[in-house]
């Protein structure tokens, strides 16, 4: 079943923060997240495997929350190159590496 | 390290036609996917296979495509005949283990095939 992202797409001014989200109605092994840029292949970003452990990378970061089964990305200070669209890619217990993928979030910054 | 590559990068062709993909893993990667990308939403995964084993083909469209992995290196997927749907960018993606969150299964996409049907 695919997860569920919230906000549909979101506008920044550089500097701004944003914070994306990510639900599943099922219980999940690991939450990973990727970003795309138009006409370009997703890039890796992070994995957050369950147990509530939190992640971070430069300015980006991540969360998730097994009792909710929710995860969600942070970005502080946000930069023109943060823009695009963002995935996160769902892997339940009995999956073997299936990633589910949400439908995106649209990540535009502005100067 | 050389990504994974993906060939042809656009290609059009008319319903009925026939058409395949051929995708090249980063080496060593014994795990390989096949999505489609319908515009506008995220990447659905059609196949995954654990070197030239068949993981998960649930969403595979069996009456139309097929994909190959000899060797258990590069792979070719097809679409035999094509219908107006299956216009989508096609991605390969490759990671070196395939397990449950091990933090090792991050997955490298290629850079995707184009494709449209008239």
């Known amino acids: 079943q695919q997860p569920v992202q919230s906000p549909q797409a979101v506008i920044l001014r550089e500097g701004e923060d944003a914070v994306i989200n990510c639900s599943s109605s099922k219980a999940l092994y690991s939450v990973h997240w990727y970003r795309q840029k138009h006409g370009e292949a997703p890039v890796f970003l992070m994995i957050?495997?369950?147990?509530?452990e939190q992640k971070g990378h430069d300015k980006i970061s991540a969360s998730f929350n097994e009792k909710k089964q929710q995860s969600s990305l942070y970005l502080t200070a946000s930069q023109l190159s943060y823009s695009g669209t963002y995935f996160c890619?769902?892997?339940?217990?009995?999956?073997?590496?299936?990633?589910?993928f949400g439908q995106g979030t649209i990540l535009t910054v502005h100067p | 390290e050389a990504g994974v590559a993906q060939s042809p990068r656009y290609k059009i062709i008319e319903k009925r036609q026939s058409v395949a993909f051929w995708c090249n893993p980063i080496?060593?990667?014994?795990?390989l996917y096949w999505y489609q990308q319908i515009l506008g939403q995220g990447p659905k995964l059609l196949i995954q296979f654990q070197n030239n084993g068949v993981v998960d083909d649930s969403q595979l469209p069996k009456d139309r495509f097929s994909a190959e992995r000899l060797k258990g290196v590069d792979s070719t997927l097809k679409i035999q005949p094509a219908k107006l749907e299956d216009s989508a960018v096609y991605l390969c993606?490759?990671?070196?283990?395939?397990?449950?969150?091990?933090?090792?299964?991050?997955?490298?996409f290629g850079p995707g095939t184009r494709l449209t049907v008239l």
């Open positions: 080496s060593g990667h014994a795990t």
């Open positions: 993606a490759s990671s070196l283990v395939m397990g449950l969150g091990s933090g090792d299964n991050e997955q490298f």
């Open positions: 957050l495997l369950k147990g509530g």
């Open positions: 890619g769902t892997e339940r217990g009995t999956s073997y590496g299936k990633l589910t």
